[in-house]
Nanobody, 111 residues
Framework: HVQLVESGGGLVQPGGSLRLSCAAS????????MHWIRQAPGKGLESVAS????????YYAESVKGRFTISRDNAKNTLYLEMISLTHEDTATYYC?????WGQGTQVTVS
């Protein structure tokens, strides 16, 4: 069965950085587009970044362009999100997934 486990979240000061990881299993990871979405307190889901199977194409929400980088290591079945210059508006629970399924999320708090 599909498993998606996010990690790397935590408390960070404004202007700081974090690297989120997503360990995937139970499906052919290297054949799927992968995505990060987030949900801020009291708000809906927001698509953050997407990457194609071969790491040749990536898309980002306008709010994170230039600050976040999505990447993947297909040999390790792992998805990453590097975040720099974090602001209070980046506070959210971050989820990784293949669109049809999502992990449990990892909390990022910028304060």
């Amino acid at each position: 069965h599909v498993q998606l486990v996010e990690s790397g979240g935590g408390l960070v000061q404004p202007g700081g950085s974090l690297r989120l990881s997503c360990a995937a299993s139970g499906f052919p990871f290297s054949a799927f587009w992968m995505h990060w979405i987030r949900q801020a307190p009291g708000k809906g889901l927001e698509s953050v970044a997407s990457i194609n199977p071969g790491s040749t194409t990536a898309y980002y929400a306008e709010s994170v362009k230039g600050r976040f980088t999505i990447s993947r290591d297909n040999a390790k079945n792992t998805l990453y999100l590097e975040m720099i210059s974090l602001t209070h508006e980046d506070t959210a629970t971050y989820y990784c997934g293949m669109w049809s399924e999502w992990g449990q999320g990892t909390q990022v708090t910028v304060s």
